[in-house]
């Protein structure tokens, strides 16, 4: 019933295997047929030397720090240092693995973080619940619940779905994991590096400008608030143009959910006003629109909007998919 068992290994075996002869001094060397088969050779030295130079064979340098557990967090090869996370920073990880489990805690305690794990994801739920952690890093290989339905168990509980979660998995699923509405993906194996330069951008991920959806159908506009509310953005509305503008003179967005076809002032018009001041000019903006554009009016909204999504034409996970990146893309370009 192992995730190994149902889905496959992770291939790390050779390399641990390698690793193991290269300390003594030794190698593995491998002759593979496509249709018949590979052949495995290890060459082991009948006298291991001391490590004195005397090797033919260099020492590789370590890929990971703990030999005794499946190397899928390595160890960081570069020198850039990492911020210190603010104090009291709870992390909670969910995975089934026992190794990779006790691995990430190890490796985020150290740098500073209080950790708890769970060994599967009814579990994790029941601590996050009681915890109410900054931040989740949830396996999605496991048995039972898989992390596709305890992701899913985060956004519909009100407790819960504020809470970031990193997925940290094998599988290559980021358009799945965000549509569903995860705050970052990790594939393994990731270095240590990587794993802590997403947390902290994750923990700095919660903005507290809202998003201002600018939308004069009330229908429309209620059920984007309502949704966006549900995912845990503070949110502002405006009916047209105008009220757009005194809303963003008011508070600052992090983005703008933009309708064209509105009375007194259409999209078109705002987008042109609202870029012609410096202090949002990096806004980003999305337009949700049903009207059918024209060369001209692509021309228009090229240099002002991130994206063009037609109404009716995207899901409601490809639509908060789509606002999670550009926000995130906005953050990163303002960071850097």
């Known amino acids: 019933t192992s995730t190994t068992r149902k889905y496959g290994g992770t291939g790390l075996g050779l390399v641990l295997s390698r690793h193991f002869c290269r300390m003594m001094g030794g190698d593995i060397a491998v002759n593979s047929t496509a ?32 030999l005794g557990h499946m190397p899928l967090l390595a160890e960081a090869t570069d020198n850039s240092e990492t911020l210190l996370p603010p104090s009291r920073t709870r992390l909670l990880v969910i995975d089934d693995d ?5 691995l990430l805690c190890r490796q985020l305690a150290k740098e500073g973080f209080e950790i708890f794990s769970a ?10 619940r009681d915890l109410q952690p900054d931040a989740v890093l949830l396996d999605i290989l496991m048995p039972g619940a898989d992390g596709w339905v305890i992701l899913g168990h985060f956004k519909k509980d009100e407790r819960l779905r504020n809470i970031p979660v990193i997925l940290v998995s094998m599988l290559d699923e980021r358009h799945t994991g965000f549509a569903l509405g995860a705050s970052e993906y990790i594939t393994k194996p990731v270095e240590k590096s990587q794993l802590l330069a ?4 994750v923990l700095q991920q919660n903005p507290a400008a809202p998003i201002l959806v600018v939308e004069d159908d009330a229908d429309l506009r209620s059920m984007v608030l309502r949704i966006l509310s549900k995912e845990g953005w503070p949110t502002t509305a405006a009916c047209n143009g105008k009220e757009a503008l005194q809303a963003i003179h008011q508070t600052a967005p992090s983005l703008v959910l933009l ?18 001041h410096a202090q949002w000019q990096d806004i980003p903006v999305i337009v949700l629109t049903a009207m059918e554009l024209n060369a001209e009016d692509r021309q228009r909204l090229s240099t002002g909007a991130q994206q063009i999504l037609r109404k009716g034409a995207n899901s409601t996970p490809d639509l908060l998919a789509t606002i999670r990146k550009t926000i995130r893309n906005y953050k990163l370009a303002a960071d850097t």
């Open 35 to 66: 249709g018949e088969g590979s052949t495995f050779t290890v060459f082991i030295p009948t006298k291991v030397m001391p490590q004195t130079g005397e090797h033919t064979q260099p020492e590789p340098p370590p890929v990971w720090r703990d």
């Open 98 to 102: 026992t190794a990779i489990r006790e």
């Open 119 to 128: 060994h599967c994801g009814s579990k994790g739920l029941e601590m996050a």
């Open 198 to 201: 997403v947390i902290q951008r």
């Open 259 to 276: 309708d064209l076809m509105m009375p007194e002032m259409d999209g078109f018009e705002f987008l042109a006003e609202m870029r012609l």
